[in-house]
């Protein structure tokens, strides 16, 4: 089981021009029951939709984003829940006393997959590590414990 970060779902939004093949192959090796993302991750790519300005790229992101919605993540958007909050504040502290990342965002989706037990794909992988959780690069097909 596996989380898709913030990145990696907006680089699967992108047209196949301009995507990185890399990543989109990446995640169609996985069984799709087997691929999360996070309601995180639906607010951050929701927020930037929102503030671009109004035209055809704002809806073609935003049709791009209910699409995957329906065909990748149903069922399979996971909550910021009161297990992840417990475990979000500590990563926080002991991340913050080892002089990690204390990304916010990251640090929930973080926080969500660790409670869960799955690892996390994302282009940002020294946000996520550190954590005893797997962390992939789909661009590059890495892998840090």
């Known amino acids: 089981m596996i989380v898709l970060d913030t990145n990696v779902v907006s680089e699967l939004m992108k047209p196949a021009p301009l995507r990185a093949d890399s990543v989109f192959a990446w995640v169609r090796a996985r069984p799709l029951t087997t691929v999360f993302t996070t309601t995180v991750t639906l607010a951050e790519v929701l927020v930037g939709i929102g503030l671009l300005p109004e035209g055809r790229r704002k809806r073609s ?15 399979r958007l996971l909550p910021f829940d009161d297990a992840a909050a417990r475990l979000y504040a500590e ?6 006393k080892r002089g990690l990342s204390t990304k ?42």
């Open 61 to 75: 992101l935003h049709a791009g984003l209910e699409r995957i919605a329906a065909t990748v993540f149903p069922g």
């Open 91 to 96: 990563l926080f502290v002991v991340r913050r």
């Open 104 to 145: 916010s965002l990251d640090l929930q989706i973080l926080a969500i997959a660790k409670s869960r037990s799955m690892a996390v794909a994302t282009r940002n992988v020294a946000d996520f590590e550190g954590a005893g959780i797997d962390v992939f690069d789909p661009w590059t097909a890495s892998r840090s414990p």
